[in-house]
C-alpha cells in the first residue's frame, strides 16, 4: 500500500505568517489528494481536493499545490481560527490513506 | 443542509460485535458514496471503509477487512458500519462521511461529515 507521509508533525507561527506543510505520497498518486482540517475538539472539514482546487466556502487564504509524490498545503498568512491538526489523504486507490497530521499553533 | 447521524457506539468486549448506523438528510441520498473513518483517542484519522451509491460496491482498509462489514439501506437513507471480532485497537470515535456522487475517484472525498459514535473495546 502507498505511505503518505507529512511533515512537520506540529509547527508552531505567529499570526500574519505564510505556512507550508508538505505530504509526500510513496508512489505517484497523480492529483487524487486531498487536504482535511480539524480544529480541536471538532469534526474534519474539506479544504481541497484533486491536489489544488478549493471547496467551496473555504478561505483562499487556503491554496494546494503538487502533483506525483510530492503535494503542499499553504496557509498564505495564519489567522487564530486556523489553529487545527490538517491531514492529507490519498484517493487514487484504496486503501485511502491519511496522513498522520499536522498540528498548526500560534507563537 | 446535509445531516449525519451517527448511533450504535458504545462498550463491548473483545471478541464482540457492534452495528454502527448513520441516519442521513439533507441530499440525494442513492447518488452519493459514504465513508466510514475512525479517530483513536489523541490520534490521527484512519479510513475504515467505503460504498457507492448503489451499496454494489465497497472497499475495506486492511484493519477491518475480513470482520468489518460496510451496507446500507436506500430505502432508510442509513448507512451500517457491522463491526465483528472487536479488539482493543478498534477503540475510536467512528464518523459517518458523505462522499462524492461521481466516478470512484469522487467516492472518499468527504465534504460532510457527522458528530461520531464512541466505540470502546474493553473488558
Known amino acids: 500500500d502507498i505511505q503518505m507521509t507529512q511533515s512537520p508533525s506540529s509547527l508552531s507561527a505567529s499570526v500574519g505568517d505564510r505556512v507550508t506543510i508538505t505530504c509526500r505520497a510513496s508512489?505517484?498518486?497523480?492529483?487524487?489528494l486531498a487536504w482535511y482540517q480539524q480544529k480541536p475538539g471538532k469534526v474534519p472539514e474539506l479544504l481541497i481536493y484533486a491536489a489544488s482546487t478549493l471547496q467551496s466556502g473555504v478561505s483562499f487564504r487556503f491554496s494546494g499545490s503538487g502533483s506525483g509524490t510530492d503535494f503542499t498545503l499553504t496557509i498564505s498568512s495564519l489567522q487564530p481560527e486556523d489553529v487545527a491538526t490538517y491531514y492529507c489523504?490519498?484517493?487514487?486507490?484504496?486503501?485511502?490513506?491519511f496522513g498522520r497530521g499536522t498540528k498548526v499553533e500560534i507563537k | 443542509e446535509v445531516q449525519l447521524l451517527e448511533s450504535g457506539g458504545g462498550l463491548v468486549q473483545p471478541g464482540g460485535s457492534l452495528r454502527l448506523s448513520c441516519a442521513a438528510s439533507?441530499?440525494?441520498?442513492?447518488?452519493?458514496?459514504l465513508s466510514w473513518v475512525r479517530q483513536a483517542p489523541g490520534k490521527g484519522l484512519e479510513w475504515v471503509a467505503v460504498?457507492?451509491?448503489?451499496?454494489?460496491?465497497?472497499y475495506y482498509a486492511d484493519s477491518g477487512r475480513g470482520r468489518f462489514t460496510i451496507s446500507r439501506d436506500n430505502s432508510k437513507n442509513t448507512l451500517y458500519l457491522q463491526m465483528n471480532s472487536l479488539r482493543g485497537e478498534d477503540t475510536a470515535l467512528y464518523y459517518c462521511a458523505k462522499g462524492g456522487s461521481g466516478n470512484y475517484y469522487q467516492w472518499p472525498i468527504s465534504d460532510h461529515w457527522g458528530q461520531g459514535t464512541l466505540v470502546i473495546v474493553s473488558s
Open positions: 489523504q490519498k484517493y487514487d486507490s484504496a486503501p485511502w490513506t
Open positions: 439533507g441530499f440525494t441520498f442513492t447518488t452519493h458514496a
Open positions: 460504498i457507492d451509491g448503489s451499496g454494489a460496491n465497497t
Open positions: 508512489r505517484g498518486i497523480s492529483t487524487y
